[in-house]
């Protein structure tokens, strides 16, 4: 059983296309962070939130996290190819230093 | 700055083998960690060290999967011996200092497969 379930699994669409993917625990994390994979790179970060209905910006995406920090979604606005990638969420626990990773959403943005 | 590095970066062998893999973390980075990502899955911590001290390793096969970070600096992972399951690429990461937030910076991987 995964500590955080992403969804979706896998997402195709096309370029200039809005789109949000989530990722979902039944566990409170003191914090969680985003991440992008590229293939054959390792997982790079993209945010990290902190405070429960925390809402970030980093250009076209948007963070927030869930006000009982359970649960944090991403969503980009007018996807481009350079999109492209896993992108990935973690978090510790409560009190805890152990990170822990969900599975993943693919995301391809077709020109 | 330099960021992690790792290798190899590609290592074939057969089942019942053994192997090693190398991470030099970036300069100053007390935490070091050493995860296993299966194709289509997300990042599974195996080991997590704090200068030359394990903080977890729960989920490390310790029957046939070992790490050390002597010096509190490199670490190196080792499988022995490996069995077809075991194909995976293997990521290192390290960061500034153990904390929940803070930011993990990953090398490149080494992709293993196993015959």
């Known amino acids: 059983t995964q500590l955080l379930e992403q969804s979706p699994q896998f997402l195709s669409i096309q370029e200039g296309e809005n789109l949000t993917v989530y990722c979902n625990s039944s566990?409170?994390?003191?914090?969680l962070q985003w991440y992008r994979q590229e293939p054959g790179e390792g997982p790079v970060l993209l945010v990290t939130?902190?405070?429960?209905?925390e809402v970030k910006k980093l250009k076209r995406l948007t963070f927030q996290f869930g006000d009982a920090r359970k649960d944090s979604s991403l969503h980009i606005t007018a996807a481009q190819p350079g999109d492209t990638g896993l992108y990935l969420c973690?978090?510790?626990?409560?009190?805890?230093?152990?990170?822990?990773f969900g599975r993943g959403t693919s995301l391809i943005v077709h020109p | 700055e330099a960021g992690v590095a790792q290798s190899p970066r590609y290592k074939i062998i057969e089942k019942r083998q053994s192997v090693a893999f190398w991470c030099n973390p970036i300069?100053?980075?007390?935490?070091l960690y050493w995860y296993q990502q299966i194709l289509g899955q997300g990042p599974k911590l195996l080991i997590q060290?704090?200068?030359?001290?394990?903080?977890?390793d729960s989920q490390l096969p310790k029957d046939r999967f070992s790490a050390e970070r002597l010096k509190g600096v490199d670490s190196t992972l080792k499988i022995q011996p490996a069995k077809l399951e075991d194909s995976a690429v293997y990521l290192c990461?390290?960061?500034?200092?153990?904390?929940?937030?803070?930011?993990?910076?990953f090398g490149p991987g080494t992709r293993l497969t196993v015959l």
């Open positions: 300069s100053g980075h007390a935490t």
């Open positions: 060290f704090q200068n030359n001290g394990v903080v977890d």
């Open positions: 973690a978090g510790a626990l409560g009190g805890s230093y152990i990170p822990t």
């Open positions: 939130v902190v405070t429960g209905g």
């Open positions: 566990s409170v994390f003191s914090s």
């Open positions: 990461a390290s960061s500034l200092r153990l904390a929940n937030y803070n930011e993990q910076f």
